[in-house]
């Protein structure tokens, strides 16, 4: 008997030959029949759509082994495969539904349905140039096509989206770059941001020239106001920036300012050193490209990078005396920004920030002694 044989076994007898003919007519009627049947649950809409897909698989099941099938069984099974892409690309389950439509296209290149659902479930998994490469062949088994030709024009279309969205990031990127390694030659080290409520998510900015232009922060902690330079360049001193604030005597006093303690001559710079970790080159680069380019267009390898060791400073500082212990350093009108960013002991916040205090205030006093700190 036929089903005694070993597997591979030519059949030698006429009855074997009569077994075998009736189990492949008994396979191929069960096929067709779990095809129909996976067609009626498609048919019968989205709540009977894992029927169909178990159907159509029973049905490729007696088609088995597909690599000995000859060219009509082929195109049946390929018709089986392409179904079930079909309902899988219906379910979502695009992986599955590309990996039926590339077997659809193995079993029967001529499968022209078979590549509209290659099309399909490789636009869902964004891959562009294979839905492409499908829209061509399927162009070359149906050259009139309207369908293969609009989503040819519609992959095409994100092609050109996707190089300009990768030509933008690699341009932010180098930016970035070129920001981070100007920061590093000048010994900048940047930490987490702070006061962004009131600077919003400013960022330096290096020109053509090599300048950094950095927003400044300037905070009056008697009243906690402030200021906002938004084009610092790192070669520009204190001073005229002051100068255009103007604490004049011929100026109107700060609203909060009742004394008009806050003169020209009488105000004084310092910045709060941060005994925080600075950031690591890889967070520096994620900081300066937030808000620029979408995190998930970055390259795996891109913030790979290790933290650097923060040194101490042995500068003239006021200590507070708040349980962070944190230090003040008084900032010398005639340095350059350059200059004051250098200092091994400032961390920059994200941008730079100083505090404005007037030695004709009696808040100076407090201040002075260590009797202040950040709210």
């Known amino acids: ?9 030519e059949p030698l007898t006429e009855s074997e030959q009569a077994d ?7 396979k191929e009627s069960a096929a067709r029949e779990y095809k129909e049947q996976g067609n009626q649950f498609v048919r019968m809409g989205r709540k009977h ?32 495969f392409a179904n079930r892409a079909h309902v899988n690309l219906l379910l979502g389950n695009h992986r599955r539904a590309l990996d039926d439509a590339e077997q659809a296209i193995r079993l029967s290149p001529s499968n022209v349905k078979a590549y509209y659902r290659a099309v399909k479930t490789a636009l869902a998994l964004d ?4 839905a492409a490469s499908f829209c061509r062949r399927g162009l070359e088994q149906d050259p009139a096509s309207d369908e293969f030709k609009k989503l040819l024009s519609q992959v095409d279309a994100k092609l050109i989206e996707q190089d300009r969205q990768r030509a933008k990031v690699a341009q932010a990127i180098a930016a970035a770059k070129d920001l981070a390694a100007a ?22 900015k290096l020109d053509k020239q090599g300048v950094l232009h950095w927003p400044v922060l300037l905070l009056y902690p008697e009243a906690m106001s ?48 941060s005994f925080d970790e600075p950031l690591s080159k890889s967070e520096v680069l994620r900081y300066l490209l937030e808000g620029t380019v979408d995190p ?42 350059q200059e004051v960013l250098q200092n091994k002991d400032y961390i920059v916040p994200a941008i730079p920030v100083f505090f404005v205090v007037s030695r004709k205030s009696t808040f100076y006093k ?9 709210p």
């Open 183 to 204: 920061m590093e030659k000048r010994g900048v080290k940047l930490g987490k941001a702070t006061y962004q409520e009131l600077t919003g998510v400013k960022k330096p």
């Open 1 to 9: 008997m036929a089903l005694l044989m070993d597997p591979g076994a």
């Open 49 to 80: 759509y894992a029927e169909a897909v178990s159907c159509y698989t029973k049905a490729i099941a007696q088609m088995e082994p597909l690599s000995s099938l000859d060219s009509a069984a082929a195109a049946d099974a390929s018709v089986l």
């Open 366 to 374: 407090d201040f002075k002694a260590g009797h202040w700190s950040l």
């Open 20 to 26: 075998l003919a009736g189990i492949a007519a008994i």
């Open 296 to 337: 998930k267009a970055l390259p795996d390898n891109l913030l790979d990078g290790e933290g650097e060791e923060l040194d101490s400073s042995k500068s003239n500082t006021i200590t507070s005396s708040s349980e962070g212990s944190s230090k003040w350093i008084i900032v010398k009108e005639g340095k350059t920004l």
């Open 226 to 273: 402030s200021d906002f330079i938004e084009d610092f360049p790192d070669t520009d001193t204190f001073s005229p920036h002051l100068d255009v604030i103007s604490f004049s005597n011929s100026s109107p006093p700060l609203p909060w300012d009742e004394n008009h303690a806050y003169t020209r001559d009488a105000v004084e710079l310092y910045y709060q050193v």
């Open 127 to 130: 891959l562009l140039p294979d």
